[in-house]
C-alpha cells in the first residue's frame, strides 16, 4: 500500500510538472498566399488571414514545441482570376531561443483543405462568334473541391519576438511540397496534370493566457 502510494505521489507530481511546463493560447495573422511550382508562373499574390489556437510545451529553457490548430483562410488573385480556400492548418512548430526574447522557428505544416473556389473572367464573346478558349474557361469557374487535394503537406520557417511575457510576435514562412490539385480535365481540352503548390508569408501574434 505505502508502494501504491508513493507511486502515484510520483505520477501526479510528473503531471503537474508538465502541465506547469505547457502554455495555452490564441493566435491571430495576417497571409499573402501565392503558388510555386512548374506551372505557377507569375502567380499572383492575394491576402488572407488566419486564426487558432496554440500550445506551447517547454523542452528546457532553450528549447519549446508549439504545436497550433487554426484555420486559414487563402487568397490568390489578380485582375482576371480568383482563387480562395478555408484550409484547417497545423503546424507544429519546434522553437529555439537564440536570446531570451528572441527565437527562432521549424516544423511541419499539416492542412486539411475544406473547401476551394475559382473564379475566372472569361474573355468577352461577340455574339455570333465562336471562342472555344473562353468557353473552356468559363466552365471551369465554380467551386474546385472535386479537384483540389484534401490533404496538403508542407514546411514552416520563421523568427519570433517576445513582445512581453504573454505575447509573441513572428514573421513565418510556409512552403507546400504536395500538389495542390489532381488532374485537371479541362472542357474541350483533355485533362492536364498540373504542378502547384502553395506558398505564404505571414504576420502574426500569439497571447498566451495560460
Do not use: C
Not at 489556437?53 to 487554426?70: D, H, R, W
Not at 492536364?192 to 506558398?199: A, F, G, L, T
Amino acid at each position: 500500500m505505502k508502494r501504491l502510494f508513493l507511486t502515484l505521489a510520483l505520477v501526479f507530481g510528473l503531471v503537474a510538472t508538465a502541465a506547469a511546463q505547457i502554455n495555452i493560447g490564441g493566435r491571430l495573422g495576417a497571409t499573402m498566399s501565392t503558388f510555386r511550382g512548374d506551372d505557377a508562373d507569375d502567380a499572383p499574390w492575394g491576402v488572407g488571414f488566419n486564426a487558432g489556437v496554440a500550445a506551447k510545451y517547454g523542452v528546457n529553457q532553450m528549447i519549446s514545441v508549439a504545436p497550433e490548430l487554426g484555420i486559414d483562410f487563402r487568397r490568390v488573385a489578380d485582375d482576371e482570376a480568383t482563387f480562395s480556400a478555408w484550409v484547417l492548418q497545423i503546424p507544429v512548430m519546434v522553437r529555439v531561443n537564440v536570446m531570451p526574447q528572441l527565437y527562432l522557428e521549424a516544423g511541419p505544416s499539416l492542412g486539411f483543405i475544406l473547401s476551394s473556389d475559382y473564379d475566372y473572367d472569361a474573355p468577352t464573346v461577340e455574339e455570333g462568334e465562336e471562342n472555344i478558349f473562353a468557353e473552356a474557361t468559363a466552365a471551369m469557374t465554380g467551386p474546385l473541391f472535386d479537384e483540389t487535394n484534401t490533404f496538403e503537406f508542407g514546411l514552416a520557417f520563421g523568427v519570433g519576438y517576445t513582445v512581453i511575457p504573454n505575447l509573441d510576435v513572428n514573421f513565418r514562412f510556409v512552403m507546400g511540397l504536395t500538389d495542390l490539385f489532381d488532374d485537371v480535365e479541362i472542357p474541350f481540352f483533355g485533362t492536364y496534370e498540373i504542378d502547384v503548390q502553395h506558398m505564404q508569408i505571414s504576420l502574426g501574434a500569439t497571447y498566451w493566457f495560460m
